[in-house]
């Protein structure tokens, strides 16, 4: 499956993005869907993962502040961001795998990202 997310840009600390991430090619019904993000300097990281039938799972650093969503019938996922802090900066990815994990080495396809900027 082909992904490309969009979604991105720089917003103050406090704010709010909501990152959007369209696929093409296969349909999504038999692929977990995540977002992974990478910081300069850092590994690239787990971020959050929702299934076909809408089971979620976030990183602790998430938690409470990011959702994830997924309209199959648009073949899109979504990961909304609130209360974003200068440490969520990074370029977000979307990634589809066949399994419920947070590995990105689980994950076979991936969007080029999108750059996320929080200044403080």
């Known amino acids: 499956v082909d992904l490309v997310e969009s979604g991105g840009g720089l917003v103050q600390a406090g704010g709010s993005l909501r990152l959007s991430c369209a696929a093409s090619?296969?349909?999504?019904?038999?692929?977990?869907l995540s977002w992974f993000r990478q910081a300069p300097g850092k590994d690239r990281e787990f971020v959050a993962i929702?299934?076909?039938?809408?089971?979620?799972k976030y990183a602790e650093s998430a938690k409470g502040r990011f959702t994830i969503s997924r309209d199959n019938s648009r073949k899109t996922i979504y990961l909304q961001m609130n209360d974003l802090k200068f440490e969520d900066t990074a370029i977000y990815y979307c990634?589809?795998?066949?399994?419920?994990?947070?590995?990105?080495?689980?994950?076979?396809?991936w969007g080029p990202g999108t750059q996320v900027t929080v200044s403080s």
């Open positions: 090619g296969s349909p999504l019904s038999t692929y977990f």
């Open positions: 929702i299934s076909y039938g809408n089971t979620t």
């Open positions: 990634a589809a795998g066949s399994s419920f994990h947070t590995d990105a080495k689980s994950y076979y396809d």
